[in-house]
């Protein structure tokens, strides 16, 4: 998942950045509520944490904000407030869910994947994507083709995961390089031509139709073959 985090604790932002990363998820971050609500106004996202209490503006008003603007990307409000009358006046602003703080992150990631589930398309909802002859099932991390099955790296299987969530649809390398190595700029580097290439020779085996197509001066495109 591309999520934003949104909280001005540095050392509780950077452990949940670390523990959201080991989990194959990116996750921007914005330590202060405008920051957040620019970034969740300008940039797509699967959901955002958001803590309550931020500089500048706080939560409630950032979540106010978004929902007056029509974003309906799921939101997980976090905060040291975690009364009955807090937690309502949260959900109550729009977040699809509250937890109070101190939290475990096994908690948060539970109720994180709940929120994306309930406010997911049901193509996102689904355990197991399919283009073409391709599939991936996302629980057991496993990729195949004509039930060929496809060994693939970390990185392999998220750029792929990404592309089959996008297929039929042009991929710019901008878009690759937020989403799974979660830069925000141009790192001047070949890693997306090097993983495309590796993600090729895997997919399409000898005498199969080629599936991933470059789409000049764009990106790539995933198709059925």
Do not use: C
Not at 102 to 121: C, D, K, Q, T, W
Not at 158 to 182: C, K, N, P, S
Not at 204 to 209: F, L, M, S
């Amino acid at each position: 998942m591309k999520l934003l985090l949104v909280e001005d604790d540095a050392e509780t932002a950077d452990y949940l950045r670390q523990g959201l990363a080991e989990l194959g998820h990116s996750a921007d971050h914005a330590a202060t509520g405008v920051d957040g609500l620019t970034a969740a106004l300008t940039s797509p996202y699967d959901a955002i944490i958001l803590d309550r209490g931020l500089p500048q503006l706080d939560g409630l008003a950032v979540l106010r904000a978004l929902r007056a603007q029509g974003v309906r990307t799921p939101v997980l409000l976090l905060s040291a407030l975690g009364q009955l009358d807090d937690r309502v006046t949260g959900l109550e602003a729009g977040a699809d869910d509250y937890l109070p703080k101190p939290f475990s992150f096994r908690e948060l990631v539970a109720r994180l994947e709940a929120i994306v589930r309930r406010g997911a398309a049901p193509e996102a909802l689904a355990d197991r994507l399919v283009v073409g002859a391709l599939s991936l099932d996302r629980l057991a991390r496993t990729a195949s083709r004509n039930g060929r099955r496809i060994e693939l790296l970390t990185k392999e299987y998220q750029l792929l995961e990404y592309l089959m969530r996008h297929a039929g649809q042009v991929v710019t390398r901008t878009m690759m390089m937020e989403a799974i190595w979660d830069y925000s700029f141009n790192p001047g580097t070949n890693v997306i031509d090097v993983h495309i290439g590796r993600l090729r020779t895997k997919i399409d085996a000898d005498g199969e139709a080629p599936m991933l197509r470059t789409v000049r001066g764009a990106g790539y495109r995933l198709d059925a073959a």
